[in-house]
C-alpha cells in the first residue's frame, strides 16, 4: 500500500481522525512521531490495549518514530468512567504497575535498531510541576464549558454519582502530556481508542493554542461480536496479556474459539497477514468451515506476538493432547496444569486403579459402569487405552507428579489430581 494509513484503514484500524486528508498526507510526507498511553490501573494491559500496540508496531515498521508512554502521573488519577468514580491506586500500587507495563510492551516494538522506539512516563514532567504552575499553563487554554460537553464527563453529570475534581481534570493532564511530548520530541500524532476521543482531542486544542501549531489525533474502533458485544472477555474476564493474569494456554484458547463472524476482521486487526493471505482464509471460513483453518491462523499469530513461538507450540500441543492426540508427558508443567485447570476431576492416590479414577474424576457413577467402560474399551489413561479394570496408577502416571487424564469414550475428559 502507498501510505500506512492506507493499510491502518483497510485493517479496521480507523475510526476517527481529526482529519483523515492531513493525516494521510502528514504520514505520506516523512516520518512523524507518534504517541500512544497506556493506563496502569492494572498490573497487566489488556485485549484492547493491544489494538493500540498492534497499530505503534504498524507505524514505527514504516518509519515513523514512536512513543510508549505509560502513566505514572495520570494513573494516580484515573480515566473518567461513564458509570462511577474509580478507587485511587497508592503511589506504590501504581509504580509496580507501571514497572510490569513498561516490561510488557518491550516485545511489541523495536528499541534498538535505527529507528527505536522509546518508553516515557508522564510522572517524570508532572511531578515537579507545582498546582499553581499547572493551572496557569495549562488550566487556563480550557473552557468549562467545552469539557463538559465530553461524553464521559457528560455522563457523570448527568448520574447521581456526579464528578470529583480530581476525574474532571483528568483531560487536561492527557493533554499535558501531548503538549510536553510536541516540544520535547515534535510530537504531532496521538493514538488511542475510540472511548478516548475527548481526551486526544484535548490534547490537539491544546497544541494550537499554546503553539499555534497543528497536531493530530487517530482512534481505533471499538471490536465488537456480532451481537454488538465487546470483544476481549472470556468467562466474563478480561483477556490480560500477561501470562500470570491469562494463562497463554487460555489465551490462545480465546482466539481459537472466537465466533466466525470475528474472525477475519480480528486476522485484518491483530496479524501481519496480507490481504491475499486473509483473503484466502476467508474462503476457507466460507467454503470449508469445519477445517477451523482462520481460527488456527488467528489464535496461532496472536498467541506468537503476546507470548511468543515457544508458548505457542506448547499451547497447540496441549489442545491436541486434550482431544486425544499426542504425548501428554511432553507437555511442560505450566502449560499442562493451564491446559487442565478448568476440567472436571477428583483426586486420586497412587495405586488407585483406573476403576477408581474413573469414579473420582465422576466419568463413571458406579464402580460397576467404571468397570463397564474399561471391559468396552472406552477407558484410557493420559492418551493410553486401558483393557485391564485392576490396573493401578504408578507414580510416573502423574505427570509433572499433579495430575493424570482420564477419558472416557472420545469426548469425556476429567483429570485425577494426586492426592
Given amino acids: 500500500m502507498s501510505n500506512i494509513f492506507d493499510e491502518l484503514q483497510w485493517r479496521g484500524l480507523v475510526a476517527q481522525t481529526t482529519g483523515e486528508d492531513a493525516l494521510r498526507e502528514a504520514l505520506g510526507e516523512g516520518p512523524v512521531t507518534v504517541y500512544c498511553g497506556f493506563d496502569p490501573s492494572a498490573p497487566s494491559l489488556h485485549f484492547g490495549n493491544l489494538v493500540q500496540l498492534v497499530v505503534l508496531r504498524h507505524l514505527q515498521r514504516a518509519g515513523h518514530r514512536v512513543l510508549c508512554l505509560v502513566g505514572g502521573s495520570t494513573g494516580l488519577i484515573g ?10 491506586k497508592t ?7 507501571v514497572a510490569r507495563i513498561k516490561d510488557l510492551v518491550r516485545p511489541f516494538l523495536d528499541f534498538e535498531g535505527d529507528n527505536p522506539a522509546r518508553l516515557v ?26 469539557m463538559i460537553r465530553k461524553d464521559a464527563i457528560a455522563a457523570r453529570l448527568e448520574s447521581q454519582e456526579g464528578i470529583s475534581y480530581t476525574e474532571f481534570s483528568y483531560q487536561l493532564l492527557q493533554a499535558l502530556d501531548f503538549h510536553h511530548l510536541f516540544r520535547e520530541y515534535g510530537c504531532t500524532l496521538q493514538t ?7 481526551n486526544l482531542t484535548a490534547g490537539v486544542d491544546l497544541i494550537h493554542r499554546a503553539e499555534g ?8 474502533p471499538l471490536l465488537t461480536d456480532s451481537s454488538g ?3 476481549g472477555k472470556s468467562e466474563g474476564n478480561a483477556v490480560w496479556l500477561s501470562p500470570d493474569m491469562t494463562s497463554p494456554y487460555a489465551f490462545y484458547q480465546y482466539f481459537i474459539n472466537v465466533e466466525d463472524a470475528s474472525v477475519v476482521q480480528l486476522l485484518k486487526v491483530f496479524t501481519d497477514r496480507t490481504q491475499e493471505q486473509i483473503a484466502a482464509l476467508e474462503e476457507s471460513l466460507t467454503e470449508r468451515p469445519h477445517l477451523r483453518e482462520a481460527h488456527r491462523a488467528l ?31 511432553a507437555l511442560d508443567e505450566q502449560t499442562l496444569l493451564d491446559a ?10 497412587v495405586g488407585d486403579s483406573i476403576v477408581d479414577a474413573l469414579v473420582a474424576s465422576g466419568l463413571a457413577d458406579s464402580r460397576g459402569a467404571a468397570r463397564r467402560t474399561v471391559a468396552e474399551g472406552g477407558a484410557s489413561l493420559n492418551n493410553v487405552k486401558v483393557t485391564d479394570a485392576e490396573q493401578v496408577l504408578g507414580e510416573s502416571d502423574f505427570l509433572h507428579g499433579r495430575v493424570a487424564l482420564v477419558r472416557r469414550g472420545r469426548k469425556n475428559l476429567a483429570a485425577a489430581r494426586l492426592a
Fill in 121 to 146: 512516563d508522564n510522572l517524570d514532567w508532572t511531578a515537579p510541576m507545582s498546582a499553581l504552575d499547572f493551572l496557569r499553563d495549562v488550566g487556563k487554554h480550557f473552557r468549562v464549558n467545552q
Fill in 340 to 349: 487442565t485447570a478448568e476440567l472436571p476431576g477428583g483426586t486420586v492416590a
Fill in 91 to 97: 503511589k506504590d500500587q501504581t509504580a509496580q504497575n
Fill in 192 to 198: 488511542g481508542g475510540s472511548d478516548q476521543w475527548g
Fill in 79 to 88: 480515566d473518567p468512567k461513564p458509570t462511577a468514580e474509580r478507587v485511587l
Fill in 299 to 329: 489464535a496461532e499469530d496472536v498467541t506468537t506476538l503476546v507470548h511468543g513461538p515457544e508458548h505457542t507450540a506448547q499451547v497447540q500441543q496441549a489442545s491436541q493432547v486434550l482431544f486425544g492426540k499426542g504425548d501428554p508427558a
Fill in 229 to 231: 458485544q465487546k470483544l
Fill in 213 to 220: 501549531e497543528v497536531a493530530h489525533a487517530l482512534t481505533t
